[in-house]
């Protein structure tokens, strides 16, 4: 039945029989563009908010705990415009599949695993440089080592403090005299002896070399007490940090590589570049170097390696088994050999965990925390660059995993408190299973 224009007019409140029915048709027309406009503002909203799922407006530190996305890959997507609900997570499964801790890496989570309580629990020592204790560095590339030195030599309450002066060719670093009263070398590192074991010896070659170095100084008669200190990095960050190294012209071409009473052959470690450094290398060709010793830089360096033969090309066992013989070897030593060792993300509690460590040991002011940090920490990577690096650095990675969850479970038990960080790994526990699903 139409709708006659005097009953549209009554609606709107305009008596027909006065003037102002002259408005009615375009109050009419109004009207009608009005009801369309929000019929049309309604049909688009129903049909996106079904195709799409609303704003997660969450944050990137939330999304990845919550999703257990590792950070990295959350905010690589997050920059792409990629929204959550695409992306492909971990969901926790009672039947699902084991978590390893390069899966575990992946997704940003850390398996608390149950250590031997010797292993955890704190163990306090008196340290006494007028005596026999010696503090050794095993200084692994790349993980803060130089920061740590200089903070040791200039920062440390000793009496006498080490004497300390800016080498001239390079004023960032330091050459110190680090001896008690009787005149006798107490802190083995960079800083205080230089090298006499070679560039940033590992292991092997430190614990092969320090009692031939101190008994040809003529002030040494005294048995040697030695506590063996490293820092650990995050694997992929550490080989980042080390490429930029390489690639603004350093080598370490001095390294010994030294196993079994002998160094390392060329034919074994070939070099990466001709010339006399890798200057300008870029990030793939220092990935496709089959010499690159930066790939499980950590793992090799912390363990035996003579039990897996060395650095030989020959053996008697697969690379895997010798592979998964280094780490075990690289796990135990840190566990039992290592005195003590510290995080490069968790310098401050490093700090701490050092003066409970040993005890007489105290620090003038505290570290400070852009000392510890790098460039690289804030580098992003893309996804294909950093799986890459995670897949040429797995040992690396488990060793990490092992390192940090020992660590954190160290400075609990030593009642050291540390803050929440912001993309902190979520721990799970050892049995921890799951299942791949989309988001």
């Not at 300390?164 to 005149?183: F, I, T, Y």
């Not at 040993?358 to 852009?370: D, P, T, V």
Request: charged fraction near 25%; proline fraction near 5%.
């Amino acid at each position: 039945m139409p709708v006659s224009v005097t009953k549209i007019w009554t609606a709107f409140g305009i008596s027909p029989n006065t003037p102002q029915r002259r408005l009615g048709l375009p109050l009419l027309l109004a009207a009608a563009s009005v009801v369309i406009l929000v019929l049309g503002i309604g049909a688009y909203i129903h049909t996106n908010s079904s195709a799409r799922p609303p704003k997660d407006k969450r944050s990137l530190a939330q999304l990845a705990q919550d999703s257990g996305i590792s950070m990295e890959n959350v905010v690589f997507w997050h920059r792409l415009g990629v929204h959550i609900a695409d992306m492909t997570f971990l969901r926790p499964d009672r039947d699902g599949i084991p978590l390893d801790d390069v899966q575990a890496y992946r997704s940003n989570l850390l398996t608390r695993r149950s250590h031997p309580r010797a292993d955890v629990q704190l163990r306090p020592y008196r340290f006494n440089y007028n005596k026999s204790d010696v503090l050794v560095l095993l200084h692994i590339q790349k993980t803060g080592g130089s920061n740590w030195e200089n903070h040791m030599a200039v920062n440390l309450m000793t009496d006498p403090p080490p004497k300390c002066r800016a080498m001239p060719d390079a004023p960032h670093r330091l050459m110190c005299s680090c001896v008690n009263g009787k005149g006798q070398d107490w802190m083995f590192n960079k800083n205080c002896v230089g090298w006499p074991c070679g560039v940033h010896p590992g292991f092997m070659e430190l614990t092969s070399c320090l009692d031939k170095w101190y008994d040809a100084q003529v002030t040494e008669d005294r048995k040697r007490r030695y506590h063996l200190m490293t820092l650990i990095r995050d694997p992929v960050t550490r080989f980042y940090s080390e490429w930029l190294h390489i690639r603004r012209g350093a080598t370490w071409k001095e390294c010994r590589l030294h196993c079994d009473g002998r160094d390392a052959t060329l034919e074994e470690v070939p070099w990466c570049f001709d010339g006399g450094n890798w200057r300008g290398a870029s990030l793939e060709e220092f990935l496709n170097c089959r010499g690159n010793m930066g790939f499980n830089r950590m793992t090799y360096m912390l363990a035996n390696l003579s039990l897996s033969d060395c650095y030989r090309l020959e053996s008697n066992k697969t690379r895997e088994q010798r592979d998964e013989i280094m780490l075990a070897s690289a796990k135990y030593n840190l566990a039992k050999h290592i005195r003590f060792f510290g995080l490069t993300e968790y310098i401050k509690e490093t700090e701490a965990l050092f003066q409970k460590t040993f005890q007489g040991l105290k620090f003038k002011r505290s570290i400070e925390i852009k000392d510890a940090q790098t460039g690289s920490g804030y580098v992003m990577l893309s996804d294909y660059v950093w799986n890459r690096i995670l897949d040429m650095n797995q040992l690396d990675v488990r060793l990490y995993q092992y390192a940090k969850d020992l660590f954190l479970q160290r400075i609990e038990a030593a009642g050291i408190r540390r803050p929440r960080r912001q993309y902190e790994a979520k721990l799970v526990s050892e049995t921890f299973t799951y299942t791949i699903e989309n988001a």
